[in-house]
């Protein structure tokens, strides 16, 4: 069931997403060379308990273990916290979700520790593009896979693959709602788009080949052939003007 939200719905997830894209923005000035991710999860969590009025989303969703998903490199999605240490030259995706009032907002981005190479960089920019270009389409009238294929066109355009495993999803009263919105599809099909549809807009692009495998944790997806992986997210609300980054700060 893919259900409207209505205005005083939208603004309790505005204020989730919100705090979840800044709280990230927050994390972003700790991504140096010689930190570890479980540093990232630590400074999260405390800066959550900062505000009682939110909690993390993620945390013994499905049964996973953390606030924080923290991918480096190949990773795709749900890298766990742990021990390992972030060196210049890494890539860091972060993905990270609030409960307020019972709504949700879901966020991520991923950002470049210290230099990269050209190629990482490009691999960001496009990722984050083909994010936006996705959003432009989130608009009553449109149709669902309208998002999917203006994602799918720009990654591929530019030379790298989408990941199918992972999708991205309505989002409101649960983390994932209906529908599934998948980051490849073809134009002009998939339900209709209404004002009120609240979407978590997330592609997920690997440098090489679009396969993924999962870890031996049972959680963690890396690109199979060990190429980079970017992950950009925001949750957005179609309005009667068109989409809203409700995510936006
Ligand atoms: N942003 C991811 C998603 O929408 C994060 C889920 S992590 C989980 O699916 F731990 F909560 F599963
Ligand atoms: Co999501």
Same mark, same amino acid.
């Given at each position: 069931?893919? !259900?409207?939200?209505?205005? +005083? ?13 800044e709280i990230?923005?927050?994390?972003? *000035? ?7 991710t479980?540093? @990232? &999860?630590k400074?999260?969590? &405390?800066?959550? /308990? ?8 993620? /945390? ?24 390992r240490?972030?060196?210049e ?11 307020? +009032?019972? !709504? !949700? $907002? ?7 520790v210290?230099?990269?190479?050209? *190629?990482? +960089? ?10 936006y ?6 608009r ?10 203006? %994602? ?12 199918? &495993?992972?999708?991205g999803h309505? %989002?409101? =009263?649960?983390?994932? &709602? ?8 073809e ?14 807009? *997330?592609p997920?692009?690997n440098?090489? =080949? ?15 052939d060990?190429? @980079?992986?970017?992950?950009? +997210?925001?949750?957005?609300? %179609?309005?009667?003007? $068109?989409?809203e ?5």
């Open positions: 069931m893919v !259900y409207l939200k209505t205005e +005083e719905e939208i603004e309790k997830i505005r204020t989730a997403s919100r705090y979840a894209m990230l923005f927050y994390l972003k *000035e700790f991504i140096k060379e010689g930190i570890r479980k540093d @990232l &999860e400074l999260c969590e &405390e800066r959550l /308990k900062k505000s009682k009025k939110i909690k993390p989303a993620f /945390k013994g969703y499905n049964g996973y273990p953390y606030t924080l998903c923290v991918s480096v490199n190949e990773e795709v999605v749900h890298g766990m916290p742990s021990d240490v972030l060196k030259g890494d890539i860091v995706s972060l993905d990270f979700g609030v409960v307020y +009032e019972g !709504y !949700y $907002g879901d966020v991520a981005y991923t950002f470049a210290g230099k990269i190479s050209k *190629e990482a +960089e490009r691999l960001i920019k496009v990722t984050e593009e083909a994010l270009k996705g959003i432009e389409m989130a009553e009238g449109n149709r669902l896979y309208d998002i999917s294929f203006a %994602i799918q066109s720009h990654v591929e355009k530019n030379g790298f693959s989408v990941v199918r &495993e992972f999708v309505g %989002i409101g =009263r649960s983390l994932h &709602e209906e529908p599934q919105i998948p980051n490849f599809g134009k002009g099909t998939g339900m209709r788009l209404k004002k009120g549809m609240v979407f978590a807009i *997330e997920m692009v440098m090489g =080949r679009s396969e993924v495998s999962i870890r031996e944790n049972g959680w963690t997806a890396y690109a199979k060990m190429s @980079l992986s970017a992950h950009f +997210e925001h949750t957005v609300a %179609i309005t009667d003007d $068109g989409p980054i409700l995510s936006r700060v």
